[in-house]
DNA sequence: TAAAAAATAGGAATCATTCTTGTTTTTGCG
DNA sequence: CGCAAAAACAAGAATGATTCCTATTTTTTA
């Protein structure tokens, strides 16, 4: 039951501002960053086209950092680390057997996982340094 | 800098509760479990209770689901299962191998993990069913 | 038992997110 | 083109989980 969607030069702004950084933005972000461009963009919009992203799968969430959503435009297989110092979401590339992890899990709970996230919680390089 | 704690019947059932169930409970949930032996019990304190829970170590989150945080009260390295469906969260028991894991993002990122937390996002068994 | 410290109840405040409504933009069509 | 229907939007109100505040109660200490 595909609504049909019309063309919207926001709508098409968020997805790419979104798709152009890998710092896990939240909402408030992205529309920090288009506020220039489009001075009269409201916040709801940002909310409303994120969340309709998130249905369609071209974007989603990694992490609720202090109470705050923070997604991703990047879909492809991969994993997270959330710096508890200064709440950094970045991107990991691990050596994941997903593949395995799903088949042990409908083996062992008659489950059916869709998405496996892992996500690591320490601290970022930046963070690690700040601490010698 | 650790303060001093009193005794308090209230924080003990508060932990008891957490800890005798396998749902990964919600504050609420906690909440309503505790109104029968304690009448006047109040939201806040649940709430206050399981911060200073998470702060010691005694109690971590394991998921937000539909915006709701959700706890467990086993701390011991385990995994779990979202299911998309009924929201329920379940322990899963993977190989996973945390120090290896650990050990390639000191080296590819520089930074250091101190929790890996690994979730699945699907059905569970009885939802599963259900879409037969 | 009395004062000091800690914990709580009750309710107000916060704040990310969602919803509502009136307006603007986009689209399809004559 | 011009126009009506559909979709998207702005602005701000509403929601709801969580946190904060303060007066009261409980616990500890001596």
Not at 28 to 49: A, C, H, I, K, M
Not at 70 to 93: F, K, M, N, Y
């Amino acid at each position: 039951m595909e609504r049909r969607r019309n063309h919207s030069k926001k709508r098409d702004a968020i997805l790419e501002t979104i798709r152009s950084t890998k710092s896990h933005p939240s909402a408030e972000w992205v529309f920090e960053q288009l506020r220039e461009d489009f001075p009269n963009l409201s916040l709801g919009t940002v909310y409303r086209n994120i969340a309709e992203f998130k249905e369609s799968g071209e974007v989603m969430s990694v992490a609720v950092v202090d109470g705050i959503d923070r997604i991703d435009g990047d879909t492809s297989p991969h994993e997270h680390l959330v710096c508890t110092a200064c709440g950094a979401v970045e991107d990991l590339e691990l050596d994941l057997q997903t593949e395995a992890i799903s088949k042990q899990i409908s083996e062992r709970c008659g489950a059916q996982a869709s998405r496996i996230h892992l996500t690591a919680y320490g601290l970022c390089r930046c963070c690690l340094k700040k601490t010698n």
